[in-house]
């Protein structure tokens, strides 16, 4: 197929905080050296920051590094970590845990409570403003290879295709991106990403990567129940000891309140919702009375990585790398991965730079997993590296304590004491025969502080073209009906929190087929992670579709 080519030094994969990062150190490296540096961002949303979600508390480490004057410049951080505090909850009650027992890690003192989608927002204009060209609504569909099999750029999703594989009149080709690097900034469980790790044997000899899954709703709620720079974490109900999770509740300006419930992907129970976990967190007393007389005006949802350091793929492949939530850096336990894609989003720039800048070209940017060995980015990450594994392996209780200690014992320098490093098992294979689980009865939405799927995608802004090939395809059209329901009782249903999958039945209820409702799909990944047969597989839609987030 013919198609229009474009050419750059440097083509960046993905609009959040670590390809935006990536971008602007690039073109401040080239500034400095006065070396003219054409550098590109692709973006699938249909602006930068319509699919970011996050929490989010970020801590500016990053941000103080990249773009000291960050304040000057008006960046959207605006309300400081004023209070920090962790529930342990019953179904009614709640036990405060002093600050003081936990480790120092946890503490947000410094940290800002932001939307994260406001910031790539304005990370973008900075990056323009030093000449990046950023291109959002354009999905980067697949990799460009070399006779060698490096990588050499992208080629864009093509736009006009009909659900039956015609061309319709508004049919147009996808483009070339071609680049001497490039580098993968997609966030979690990227589609490019996933394939990348496939063809270079990325994860050879590395624990497999676990998600969870972020359920997040923003509210505005009355003036008296709002504690602007109030940071409130949860563990326990309504999970059970099996089941790693908890709640966030973070206090932003014009009494706005983020509130969301994270579920980690390695549950057991195929009847668990997390969704429907989110909407009973908000019926515990305490958060029940936080949200009386506000109203709810955003919704998302977006899985998060949770492997830790041991399952940090090999980051650099021929001709790119890796960055960012694309190869999963997040600090579980802090429950903060931002400041982590964007310091890797940077070292990884000054990697490509120094390539371009000697004259090379297609090869592999190994000092860039030298400068994140070498950085406090891998310093951050192994101080938590048991965190997550030990809650899997001991249960909430046992396993909350053991990590404590060993965070403790780090941060007392006492690290050699714990030198080993806890495996886990892919997220996939953690789920149980439905014969072998308790069904879970979710109450009723009443549409006041508890809500429905459809409900909650309609405040999400989520749009598709309806009449373009199925973003969500199978890789066997028989497993859903033969394995999924048979024998999980169809967990697809439950684990996506947009009703995207449906188990319908024609003439009588043994005549049962699946239902793609993929317009409702919110990008979050989680069918992608979770199928226990991995027969999904989420590949790019037509560009600028999914979610559309004013501020999340």
Known sequence: MERESMEFDVVIVGG?????????????????????????????????????????????IALDELLPDWKEKGAPLHTEVSENTHWMLSEKGRMKLPHILLPPLMSNKGNYIVSLGNVCRWLAEQAEALGVEIYPGFPAAEMIYGADGQVKGVITGDMGIARDGSHKDTYMPGMELRAKYTLIAEGVRGSLAKGLVEKFNLQQDLEPQTYGIGIKELWEVSPEQHKPGHVIHTQGWPLDSKTVGGGFIYHLEDNQVAIGFVVGLDYENPYLSPFDEMQRFKTHPEIAKMLTGGRRIAYGARAINEGGLQSIPKL??????????????????RIKGTHNAMKTGMLAAEAAFEAVNAGRQYDELVDYTDGFRASWVYEDLYRVR????????????????????????????????????????????????AAECEKIEYPKPDGVL????????????????????????????????????AMYAGPEVRFCPAG???????NNAADVRLQINAQNCVHCKTCDIKDPTQNINWVTPEGGGGPNYPNM
């Not at 550098?39 to 500016?60: N, Q, T, Y």
């Not at 890796?322 to 999963?328: N, S, V, Y």
């Not at 995207?500 to 024609?506: A, I």
Request: aromatic share 10%.
């Open 16 to 60: 959040g905080p670590a390809g935006l990062s990536a971008a602007i150190r690039l073109k401040q490296l080239a500034a400095e050296k006065e070396h003219d540096l054409a550098v590109c961002v692709l973006e699938k949303g249909s602006e930068i920051g319509a699919h970011i979600l996050s929490g989010a508390v970020i801590d500016p």
């Open 316 to 333: 650099t492949f021929p001709g790119g790398a890796l960055i960012g939530c694309a190869a999963g850096f997040v600090n579980v336990p």
């Open 450 to 485: 508890t809500f429905d799927k459809l409900s909650s995608v309609y405040l999400s802004n989520t749009n598709h073209e309806e009449d373009q090939p199925v973003h969500l395809t199978l890789k066997d059209d028989s497993v859903p009906v033969e394995i999924n329901y």
């Open 386 to 433: 048991n965190a997550k594994p030990s809650i899997h392996k001991f249960g909430a209780i046992w396993g909350t304590l053991y990590s404590g200690a060993d965070m403790w014992l780090h941060n007392l320098r006492l690290g050699f004491l714990v030198p080993w490093t806890f495996s886990h098992d892919p997220d996939h294979k953690c789920l149980k025969p």
């Open 500 to 506: 995207v999958y449906e188990y319908v039945s024609e």
